[in-house]
């Protein structure tokens, strides 16, 4: 649950250019132009708890070592050493393939965001990224590219963009002691709200939770997307990505209210799909829940 303002928002009626009969599902796009590659379609198959003070910003699997569990974040895993030097908010994490283990960290203000990695022997390392200009301070999530050397990292808000940069840690151009510098930039085709975490199902598709209030970019609130690359990130040059709505993350609760979308992982080896959703009021302690999803 980042630490941020909410501007005030105008509901408006997205109008489509055409209807298209699909076979399976109907998914939202947000162009008149057909999308770079056919949308998935992901059905729920189940959900855990999801304690809300250890597993309520994000997750992710890890392959290395071999039977590691799953890793989750939340207010209850920032370390003390961490916390005390103003790093008080962690957001969706991720892992590479060969088991280097990235959080995303921020703090309530300044000109920095911080990515902390655990090497697969264990070793810690932190690498500091100074903003650029137009940057926002969120540092909402961290997604590691299936090659293993360029990391996408997201600001929170409306925005048009993800940033790109060398994986701290695992790019031998990165360093604890110098700045981490963004590499390139992903341009959307259409701006994208309040997302809190994407993770790779493919070296050039993202999977990405929405905690989108206001249902205006994509006519639901909520909504996981999908996000075509143009190319694989290479650090070197910019690419684009064709955004689609796949659907509205569940949101069910014995409360009423706001319910807010947290991380997102994609585990390559079972094929699931797995978000987590933060109940409303005092269901927050109760029933929040990490659902799980199969394509098809």
């Excluded at 000109?111 to 264990?122: D, W």
């Excluded at 151009?173 to 963004?182: D, E, I, K, V, W």
């Excluded at 797995?274 to 829940?289: I, Y």
Aim: aromatic share 8%; proline share 8%.
């Amino acid at each position: 649950m980042p630490l941020r303002p909410r501007p005030a928002r105008q509901r408006c009626h997205a109008a489509l250019t055409s209807l298209v009969a699909l076979a399976t599902a109907t998914v939202v796009t947000l162009s008149a132009a057909p999308p770079a590659a056919a949308a998935d379609t992901w059905t729920e198959i189940g959900s855990d708890r999801a304690d809300p003070f250890t597993e309520s910003q994000g997750l992710t699997s890890v392959e290395v070592p071999a039977g590691s569990p799953n890793h989750y974040t939340g207010i209850g895993t920032i370390p003390v050493d961490v916390s005390s030097r103003g790093w008080n908010h962690v957001g969706d994490p991720d892992a590479s393939y060969d088991g280097y283990y990235i959080e995303p960290y921020q703090r309530d203000s300044g000109t920095t965001k911080m990515f902390r990695v655990q090497a697969p022997g264990g070793g810690r390392s932190e690498y500091v990224h100074t903003l650029g200009a137009g940057e926002a301070l969120n540092n909402s999530w961290a997604a590691i590219s299936p090659g293993g050397q360029w990391m996408l990292a997201g600001e929170y808000g409306t925005m048009s963009r993800l940033l790109v940069f060398p994986t701290p840690g695992v790019n031998p151009g990165t360093s604890p002691s110098a700045n981490l510098p963004q590499a390139s930039t992903v341009n959307l085709d259409h701006a994208v709200r309040d997302v809190q975490g994407c993770d790779f199902s493919s070296p050039t598709r993202l999977l990405c939770s929405s905690d989108d209030p206001a249902g205006t970019l994509f006519g639901i609130t909520k909504p996981l997307l999908q996000i075509d690359l143009s190319a694989e990130p290479n650090g070197t040059a910019d690419v684009s990505g064709h955004v689609t709505a796949l659907r509205q993350l569940p949101l069910r609760s014995s409360c009423s209210g706001t319910f807010e979308a947290e991380g997102i992982d994609y585990d390559r080896r079972t094929g699931t799909l797995r978000v987590v959703v933060v109940s409303p009021g005092f269901c927050v302690l109760t029933d929040s829940k990490t659902y799980r999803f199969t394509r098809g």
